[in-house]
């Protein structure tokens, strides 16, 4: 990866600066280096006895289990070091599987459904010669996480970076919409990212090494209308990542919040927001993927990748909630 930051991150924050803070060219690093889940150091753990991978320091630091973490080895093979996706199979994660390939030899794709998984592992082995394993949850189940740590622990996998990407919208006058999708919602856009970040980053802290990117939203900084829980559940990502930064810097976990604004994928569709004044005004995933993975490196607090993005994210420190909420009614209101 290029030392180079590119203007998706001149809004981000290096080492938790804020939204708007200095941009320090040559300040970018690549994940692999910072993060210790780079190719070499995926392919086998047993190739750092050697002490041939400068990516490997971290690991003999703490060649041995670690008692109450849930990736901690569950055999005496050393685990494999890998990078594990939520909402692989969706439009930024497709993007974000495509990035990480390039740096981590590892990847572990996490979605609901299984073909669609498996098509896209195929796809990364031929295009970047990554290994993949494929694991089907879904977190609108309470307990999904549980399991999946489980199996992640059984196939002797190391968490080293993790990203916490899948979410969903929900467009509906909020009287009138299905109590089960805004608990499926809540459940999955914040209570599973929590529950994966305290299964994964107590390994990361005591490694001393690790990186956690929560894919939260622009909407996290304004009130929002029509997508009430959404935007609020967005509102909890970049929140608790700001704290979980703060936290885990000391440790040498990297930590941001990616807030994209509207995004081309399918989430449009999903979210029955497909007609929104918002939709029509998107960015391409590949683009808000690289953005993300740069900032990851540099462990910036948020990454706000494209104008309108920087521009809500800066505007909403000076505009009264009211009037936000006013504009985000006008931009979200369905088309009906
Ligand atoms: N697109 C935007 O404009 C935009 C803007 C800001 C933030 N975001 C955020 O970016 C993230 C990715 O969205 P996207 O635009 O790539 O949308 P997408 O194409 O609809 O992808 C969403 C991904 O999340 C997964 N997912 C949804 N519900 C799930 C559940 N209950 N359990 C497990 N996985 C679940 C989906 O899996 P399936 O393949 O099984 O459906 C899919 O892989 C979301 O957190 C979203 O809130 C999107």
Request: net charge neutral; aromatic share 6%.
């Amino acid at each position: 990866m290029a030392n180079m930051v590119l203007p998706e991150n001149v809004e981000g924050s290096q080492n938790g600066a804020g939204v708007g803070g200095a941009v320090q060219a040559g300040g970018a690093a690549p994940v692999a280096n910072i993060l210790q889940s780079g190719r070499g150091a995926a392919v086998s753990q047993a190739a750092s006895s050697a002490g041939s991978s400068a990516g490997l320091r971290g690991l003999h630091a703490h060649p041995e289990p670690l008692d109450g973490c849930a990736d901690a080895p569950s055999s005496q093979q050393p685990p494999a070091l890998c990078a594990l996706v939520t909402g692989a199979t969706g439009g930024i994660g497709r993007e974000l599987c495509a990035q990480l390939a390039r740096e981590c030899g590892t990847l572990a794709l996490v979605g609901r459904d299984r073909g669609k998984l498996e098509e896209l592992a195929k796809d990364l082995v031929e295009r970047f010669d990554v290994d993949t394993h494929v694991f089907v949850a879904d977190f609108a189940q309470p307990g999904a996480v549980d399991a999946l740590a489980s199996q992640v622990q059984a196939a002797n996998l190391q968490v080293e970076t993790l990203v916490n990407n899948a979410g969903f919208g929900y467009d509906a006058p909020f009287a009138e919409s299905s109590l089960e999708r805004q608990r499926a919602l809540v459940q999955t856009n914040d209570m599973a990212l929590m529950e994966l970040c305290h299964a994964f980053a107590p390994g990361m802290a005591a490694r001393g090494h690790g990186g956690i990117l929560n894919v939260a939203s622009v909407a996290g900084f304004v009130p929002g209308p029509y997508m009430s829980t959404y935007y609020a559940s967005k509102a909890f990502v970049q929140s608790f990542s700001s704290a979980l930064h703060m936290e885990l810097r000391p440790h040498g976990v990297h930590v941001t919040a990616l807030c994209p604004g509207p995004v081309r994928t399918p989430f449009w569709d999903n979210a029955d927001a497909g007609g929104t004044a918002l939709a029509r005004m998107t960015i391409s995933a590949p683009r808000v993927a690289r953005a993300a993975i740069r900032a990851l490196g540099c462990n910036r607090l948020l990454c706000c990748p494209g104008v309108l993005a920087k521009f809500i994210v800066f505007g909403s420190r000076f505009v009264p909630r009211a009037w936000a909420a006013v504009a985000a009614s006008a931009l979200q209101k369905p088309k009906r």
